[in-house]
C-alpha cells in the first residue's frame, strides 16, 4: 500500500528515456525532398512550407557486443573510450522497434492519464506530459508506416537488425509483424481511433504466429523478440470491445 508514487516514478524513468531517443523536427527528411521533387527551387519551397513536426530518428542501442565483455565502473571508463550510438530513420527503418516504443508510449499514455483523473499523478506539467505520450506514439506510427520498403510492388516492413547489424550481433530480430499488431492494438486503445486497420493486420499477425509455432519458435512465454502471446491476450479484449 502506498507505492503507487514510486511505481509511477519508476514507469516514468524509462518512458523519458524513450522519449528522448525519438528525434522529432519540423520539415521534410532529406530522403523527402528528394522523393517529392526534381528541382533544387521545389526542394526549398518543401523544406520553407513544410512545418509539421516528424520522427526522423529513433535510437535503438549504445555501444556495440565488445563493451558485454568489459563490466567496469564508471569512474574506470577511460575517457574517449568509444561508444557508438545506432539509430533507424526512413533510409534504415525498423519496423518491429519501432512498434514495441509505439506499444509501450501508448500504455504509459494510458497509465499517467488514469493516475491524473484519480489526482495520483500531479506533478507540474502533469496533463502536457500525458498528452505528449500519445503524441509522439502517433507521430512514430507514422514514421513507422512512412519508412516501408517496395517489395515485389508491395509495402513491407523491415526488422531492426537488417538496418543495424551491430543490433543483430545481440538481439536479432526473427519478425515484426507481432510487434506490429501489439503496436496498434496498444494505440487503438490509447487513442479510441476506430479507423486504426486492425482487421487488416490482425490476419498478418495470425499467419505469422501460425508460422511461429510451426517452427517451433515460440515458447509460450514473453520473449524480447517475440510478443504473440501477449497480443493474443490484447486481440481478446479488443474483440470485446469492438465488435
Known sequence: MGQIDEMLDLI????????????IR??????????????????ATLKTNNSKEKVQIVY????????????????????????????INRQKPGTDLC???????SAAHLCFKRAKQQELFTEEGAGEFVAKLKSV???????????????????????YSDSVP???????????????????????????DKNITIQQDKF?????????????TCSGTVLFDISICETFIEVGKYQLNYS
Open 60 to 87: 535503438v542501442q549504445v555501444d556495440d557486443k565488445k563493451s558485454h565483455s568489459k563490466w567496469n565502473k564508471p569512474e574506470e571508463i577511460k575517457q574517449g573510450w568509444p561508444r557508438p550510438s545506432y539509430f
Open 12 to 23: 516514468k524513468w524509462g518512458v523519458d528515456w524513450l522519449l528522448k531517443a525519438v528525434v
Open 166 to 192: 551491430e543490433a543483430g550481433e545481440m538481439y536479432p530480430s526473427s519478425h515484426y509483424q507481432d510487434e506490429r499488431f501489439w503496436a496498434l492494438l496498444w494505440l487503438y486503445r490509447a487513442t479510441g
Open 99 to 105: 512498434s514495441e516504443y509505439v506499444a509501450a508510449l
Open 26 to 43: 519540423k520539415g521534410f527528411s532529406l530522403a523527402e525532398i528528394i522523393d517529392q521533387s526534381e528541382s533544387l527551387m521545389q526542394r
Open 137 to 159: 506514439s502517433l507521430k512514430l506510427w507514422e514514421f513507422s508506416e512512412m519508412a516501408k520498403v517496395k517489395n515485389q510492388g508491395a509495402l513491407e516492413g523491415v526488422k
Open 204 to 216: 498478418l499477425f495470425l499467419e505469422n504466429s501460425i508460422s511461429c509455432n510451426r517452427a517451433n
